[in-house]
């Protein structure tokens, strides 16, 4: 079981790091470097489902274009949101 999730682990910041947009993968990557070495088996497959979301969505969120839907207004999204790049 923790092979499985160190793998997860791997490949979600694996994941972070190439979303196709340079401004996401340093935002994201960044994030799950930081985050993901310390996320729950939980944590993890939440972060998952966060991933499938739209860069477009996840910047406008991030740079507060747009109001993020209270229904992804999560302890994760809120980490996200105030995660700086260093």
């Known amino acids: 079981m923790i092979d499985a999730i ?5 490949q979600l ?3 972070s790091w190439h979303r196709g947009t340079r401004e996401m993968d340093l935002l994201l990557g960044s994030f799950a470097d930081r985050h993901v070495p310390e996320m729950s088996a939980e944590d993890l497959n939440d972060y998952q489902a966060f991933l499938e979301l739209s860069d477009p969505e996840l910047y406008n969120w991030y740079l507060q274009k747009e109001a993020v839907p209270a229904n992804l207004n999560t302890q994760l999204m809120q980490g996200f ?3 700086k790049v260093s």
């Open 6 to 10: 160190e793998k997860l682990r791997k």
């Open 13 to 15: 910041i694996f994941r």
């Open 81 to 83: 949101l105030n995660h």
